[in-house]
């Protein structure tokens, strides 16, 4: 079969406990902009038990079409079978384009999929877009220009520098991406999806996984990628006790805490309250950088913040070439003196 021959964009919408992560949103936002590009559809494929009726959020939220595997070996996340099941959509259906988002479940499900698909995988892209790619040549010959190809961006070498990659000579063309980092589209409520079933027809082979427990993960009740103000400490906060001058600022603001990696390896604070390239990408109205010095894989998660506010006893730290407004001095007192003073002005 030709690559031309191979059509649309396809988006994994995870779910889990039939609830849809929003990073399906963000995928189907960006699949829609690729879609025109390419003058082709976007198709969410949902993969689980009873989620059929899912369906129609994902219409609302761009899908074209939606393809529903729904089979009660799929209730949890597993790899082999979630694997089977899109490996099966993708060879029967032929997308041009294959993105997953780049969580837990699909930092797993993706480059295992791709691999059963014998196609490449770009994982941990932050942009996405179509455009023409220069194949180098052979000394003597002409390089040649891949047109219409899915060209993935992502940081390399630890962040300090940006790839653009493409994959001209497989298909689909397969990418994980970062939640948060894309936008979806306003709701279109009612609008309405072709909605497929397909069964992958399981086997013995396919389901060779037996659960003998499920434990779920500690988590912080907190959302950090939601939050509308985010108070993020660093190392410099120096303690896990200490965190309590962040927590009652953010109570003050109504906002949430955060932290850089160095305090969640501190085993000050869980991990999903990490900001940064390993961690979540925040887009909140007010991001105060407190006692972060402003590494660049910290910079990567919250660089689009509204308004950085930044308070670090170095006048030279990097957070303050990314800061709107920049306090230098020790946080000990700045910040207890900034929360007294928000209190009086909010009447708290
Ligand atoms: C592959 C890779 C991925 C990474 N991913 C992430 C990521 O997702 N997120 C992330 O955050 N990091 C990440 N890192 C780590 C990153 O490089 C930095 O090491 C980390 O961000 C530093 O955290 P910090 O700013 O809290 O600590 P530090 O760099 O130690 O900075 C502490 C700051 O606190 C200030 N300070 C100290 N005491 C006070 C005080 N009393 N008052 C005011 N200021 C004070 C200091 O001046 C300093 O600027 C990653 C690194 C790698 C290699």
Same mark, same amino acid.
């Given at each position: 079969?030709?690559?031309?021959?191979?059509?649309? *964009?396809?988006?994994?919408?995870?779910? $889990?406990?039939?609830?849809?992560?929003? *990073? !399906?949103?963000?995928?189907?936002?960006?699949?829609?902009?690729?879609?025109?590009?390419?003058?082709?559809?976007?198709?969410?494929?949902?993969?689980?038990?009873?989620?059929?009726?899912?369906?129609?959020?994902?219409?609302?939220?761009?899908?074209?079409?939606?393809?529903?595997? +729904?089979? /009660?070996?799929?209730?949890?996340?597993?790899?082999?079978?979630?694997?089977?099941?899109?490996?099966?959509?993708?060879?029967?259906?032929? /997308?041009?384009?294959?993105?997953?988002?780049?969580? !837990?479940?699909?930092?797993?499900?993706?480059?295992?999929?791709?691999?059963?698909?014998?196609?490449?995988?770009?994982?941990?892209?932050?942009?996405?877009?179509?455009?023409?790619?220069?194949? *180098?040549? !052979?000394?003597?010959?002409?390089?040649?220009?891949?047109?219409?190809?899915?060209?993935?961006?992502? /940081?390399?070498?630890?962040?300090?520098?940006?790839?653009?990659?493409?994959?001209?000579?497989?298909?689909?063309?397969?990418?994980?991406?970062?939640?948060?980092?894309?936008?979806?589209?306003? /709701?279109?409520?009612?609008?309405?999806?072709?909605?497929?079933?397909?069964?992958?027809?399981?086997?013995?082979?396919?389901?060779?996984?037996?659960?003998?427990?499920?434990?779920?993960?500690? #988590?912080?009740?907190?959302?950090?990628?939601?939050?509308?103000?985010?108070?993020?400490?660093?190392?410099?906060?120096?303690?896990?006790?200490?965190?309590?001058?962040?927590?009652?600022?953010?109570?003050?603001?109504?906002?949430? $805490?955060?932290?850089?990696?160095?305090?969640?390896?501190?085993?000050?604070?869980?991990?999903?309250?990490?900001?940064?390239?390993?961690?979540?990408?925040?887009?909140?109205?007010?991001?105060?950088?407190?006692?972060?010095?402003? !590494?660049?894989?910290?910079?990567?998660?919250?660089?689009?913040?509204?308004?950085?506010?930044?308070?670090?006893? +170095?006048?030279?730290?990097?957070?303050?070439?990314?800061?709107?407004?920049?306090?230098?001095? +020790? @946080?000990?007192?700045?910040?207890?003196?900034?929360?007294?003073?928000?209190?009086?002005? @909010?009447? #708290?």
């Amino acid at each position: 079969m030709s690559l031309e021959e191979y059509k649309g *964009v396809f988006v994994f919408a995870q779910q $889990v406990d039939n609830v849809l992560d929003g *990073v !399906a949103f963000e995928l189907l936002g960006k699949g829609k902009d690729l879609a025109k590009d390419l003058n082709t559809e976007v198709t969410a494929v949902l993969i689980g038990s009873g989620v059929k009726g899912l369906a129609d959020q994902l219409a609302e939220y761009g899908a074209d079409r939606v393809i529903v595997v +729904d089979d /009660p070996e799929l209730k949890e996340y597993r790899t082999e079978p979630y694997a089977h099941a899109l490996a099966s959509v993708i060879n029967e259906y032929k /997308p041009e384009i294959m993105l997953v988002g780049a969580t !837990a479940i699909g930092r797993d499900l993706g480059p295992t999929v791709s691999a059963r698909v014998k196609t490449g995988l770009t994982a941990d892209c932050t942009s996405l877009e179509i455009g023409d790619f220069p194949l *180098v040549a !052979a000394p003597g010959k002409e390089s040649e220009q891949k047109h219409n190809q899915l060209l993935m961006t992502r /940081p390399a070498f630890g962040g300090n520098t940006i790839a653009t990659i493409a994959c001209p000579d497989n298909r689909p063309q397969m990418a994980t991406v970062r939640p948060g980092v894309m936008q979806k589209i306003a /709701p279109i409520a009612g609008a309405k999806a072709n909605v497929v079933e397909f069964n992958p027809g399981f086997t013995p082979d396919n389901r060779y996984v037996e659960i003998l427990n499920v434990v779920k993960a500690v #988590k912080s009740t907190a959302n950090i990628m939601e939050a509308k103000i985010l108070v993020s400490g660093g190392r410099g906060v120096g303690s896990k006790e200490n965190f309590k001058l962040l927590e009652d600022l953010a109570e003050v603001l109504g906002g949430t $805490v955060s932290c850089s990696r160095a305090v969640v390896e501190n085993g000050w604070l869980p991990v999903d309250l990490q900001v940064g390239q390993t961690g979540k990408t925040v887009r909140p109205q007010i991001y105060f950088a407190i006692g972060i010095s402003g !590494a660049i894989q910290h910079v990567a998660g919250m660089e689009d913040s509204d308004l950085i506010i930044a308070i670090n006893k +170095d006048e030279d730290a990097p957070i303050f070439d990314v800061a709107d407004y920049g306090l230098v001095g +020790d @946080l000990n007192k700045i910040v207890p003196a900034l929360t007294a003073a928000l209190k009086t002005e @909010l009447g #708290k």
